[in-house]
Nanobody
Framework: QVQLVESGGGLVQAGGSLRLSCKVS????????MGWFRQAPGKGREFVAA????????YYVDSAKGRFTISRDNAKDTVYLQMNSLKPEDTGVYYC???????????????????WGQGTQVTVSS
């Protein structure tokens, strides 16, 4: 079983920055593609960013491009989401997710991910 624990959320003013972390345990971290998803109040969960098991391939939702950076440290079994120039519409619960990556394709749909963290709240005030 894979366990994921997010941290780093909080309250920040618009234009500010936060770095989310997700520590993974239970399996070989370097075999798993990782993703970040978020859920705004009253809305469904949406894809934010994903990274391949090697860290080479990265994908972002259009609204995050140029502002967010996903990265991973396989030696620390941790994936990060650096969020800059935050906007009120970035507010939500951010979830870390993982799936065992068998091919070179990195998936971005919620149903593709097998393991999920408990989420961390990000609130951006205007």
């Amino acid at each position: 079983q894979v366990q994921l624990v997010e941290s780093g959320g909080g309250l920040v003013q618009a234009g500010g920055s936060l770095r989310l972390s997700c520590k993974v345990s239970g399996r070989t971290f370097s075999s798993y593609a990782m993703g970040w998803f978020r859920q705004a109040p009253g809305k469904g969960r949406e894809f934010v960013a994903a990274i391949s098991k090697s860290g080479v391939i990265k994908y972002y939702v259009d609204s995050a491009k140029g502002r967010f950076t996903i990265s991973r440290d396989n030696a620390k079994d941790t994936v990060y989401l650096q969020m800059n120039s935050l906007k009120p519409e970035d507010t939500g619960v951010y979830y870390c997710a993982a799936y065992y990556q068998r091919t070179s394709v990195v998936l971005t749909t919620e149903r593709s991910y097998d393991y999920w963290g408990q989420g961390t709240q990000v609130t951006v005030s205007s």
